[in-house]
């Protein structure tokens, strides 16, 4: 136990690096489809997702916020600060959306889960501080989901 307190202790005099992790949700409708293609080129490639009047999914985000620790509170960031970015940038704005016609940046953009993912971080990037690292991760379905951070 005293070995570990130390441990702490020592380490508070250095830089502690740490990730904060924050989900939302939101269910949103959308159609992939290139328009230069035939139609049953958009099948082949897209299938269900092609689907002509649309279809939902449950999506499921993750913020991941990852740098320094502050040493007088304690925290890398404030989780009520984080949850409210979500809700503004990305719930707000695309929960119960046809992501094809009502959203703005998926006017010409596939909204695959590839583009939101990108979208989103761009969007929600433009509200955490420097040097913060910011990390979206979407979920589509269960088990498809995608990771972006900025690169
Ligand atoms: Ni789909």
Not at 88 to 108: G, L, R, S, T, Y
Not at 133 to 142: G, N
Request: hydrophobic share 40%; net charge negative.
């Amino acid at each position: 136990m005293e070995a570990i307190l130390l441990t702490l202790k020592f380490n508070l005099y250095h830089q502690m690096i740490i990730s904060v992790f924050r989900k939302g949700h939101f269910n949103a409708a959308h159609r992939l489809n290139v328009a230069e293609w035939d139609a049953e080129t958009n099948k082949k490639i897209f299938g269900l997702c092609n689907n002509e009047n649309f279809h939902g999914h449950n999506y499921e985000i993750t913020v991941k916020v990852t740098g320094e620790i502050d040493q007088k509170t304690g925290m890398l960031i404030d989780t009520t600060e984080l949850k409210k970015i979500i809700k503004e940038q990305v719930e707000d704005a695309w929960d119960h959306q046809n992501m094809n016609i009502d959203v703005p940046e998926f006017k010409n953009l596939n909204p695959t889960a590839e583009n939101m993912a990108i979208i989103a971080w761009q969007k929600i990037r433009k509200h955490i501080p420097l040097p913060i690292e910011l990390t979206i991760i979407l979920h589509e379905t269960e088990r498809n989901f995608v990771e972006y951070s900025g690169k």
